[in-house]
């Protein structure tokens, strides 16, 4: 059996995804630090098939270096009608090195002309959570939305300012992070994860 999980490691130096991640667990009783605090610490090639896989590589490689738990993430927007790209690719979708805008200026690119109805959207985020112990678990969380005609909003990151909610005629940047945090793919996610930490620390 796992030891009770005290310390707890994000596999990401993405500062919007650590603050994220750090707001929906920050209640737990676990202390929680990203790779900032581990410079010798590489990132992986994100070079999976799907999110799943990306998630479980970085999880991998950092608990090598950390010997700690280790929560690992990968997510991105999945488009329909452009049949499901940028999809894995989402973070370096007009480049290796793009920015959040110009990715965000490709998609409306190829979505020039495209009317609301048909610019149907998803994202989606696995999480891949890995012990010492060699115990692996995923959680995988989605969002539904549309991809809107103009950015809109100042929070969030990536393509939040192009992620509109219907229910809520928001982009997800134009939502106070908590509100975000409750219906986000990221926070679906989770919301999965701390019930597996608490089942596995209750338990010890």
Known sequence: MPAKVTKLVLA????????????????????????DGYPAVPVPEE??????????????LVIRYVNLPVLADDSGLEVEKLGNRPGIHSARYAGQHATDMENNIKLLSELMGTDMQDRKARYRCVLAFVLPSGEEYT??????????????????????????????????????????????????????????????????
């Open 12 to 35: 990401t130096r993405n500062p919007g995804k650590v603050r994220e991640m750090k707001e929906l667990l920050g209640d737990l009783a676990v202390e929680i630090t990203s790779l």
């Open 139 to 204: 959680f995988e969380g989605t969002c539904e939305g549309l991809i809107g005609q103009e950015m809109k909003g100042s929070g969030g990151f990536g393509y939040d300012s192009l992620f509109y909610i219907p229910s809520l005629k928001k982009t997800m940047a134009e939502l106070p992070p908590e509100k975000k945090n409750a219906i986000s793919h990221r926070g679906a996610a989770l919301a999965k994860f701390r019930k597996k930490l608490r089942e596995l620390n209750t338990n010890n």
């Open 47 to 60: 070079d999976g098939t799907t999110f799943e896989d990306n998630a479980l590589k970085k999880a991998r």
